[in-house]
């Protein structure tokens, strides 16, 4: 099986940081693109970042300049940096992941992944 788990959310007030990581596990024979989410309450999930598995990134215009999205292929890791925090920026984030499994039949398959989500509340 592959699971992503997401960490470092919290309660942070306007204007400061916090940093979200997650970790891909199980059997993972690559990883190709992996992304950022968020779900603000009543709203529907918007992307946030995303980032290839050639470290081209994209942004949705409402977080460029103040968060960055990174990865970490040896440790199959995808991070968050969020700065300048917004209190519309609270929300539940999710990581996901374009991940090539190595199957019990020795075959590759390919699916999306997703995390069961980190909460953000940024207070004003």
């Known amino acids: 099986q592959v699971q992503l788990v997401e960490s470092g959310g919290g309660l942070v007030q306007a204007g400061g940081s916090l940093r979200l990581s997650c970790a891909a596990s199980g059997s993972i024979f690559k990883i190709n693109g992996m992304g950022w989410y968020r779900q603000a309450a009543g709203k529907q999930r918007e992307l946030v970042a995303t980032?290839?598995?050639?470290?081209?990134?994209n942004y949705a215009d409402s977080v460029k300049g103040r968060f960055t999205i990174s990865r970490d292929n040896a440790k199959n890791m995808v991070y968050l940096q969020m700065n300048s925090l917004k209190p519309e920026d609270t929300a539940v984030y999710y990581c996901n992941a374009y991940i090539v499994k190595l199957t019990t039949a020795m075959t590759l398959e390919d699916y999306v992944y997703w995390g069961q989500g980190t909460q953000v509340t940024v207070s004003s």
């Open positions: 980032i290839s598995s050639s470290d081209i990134t």
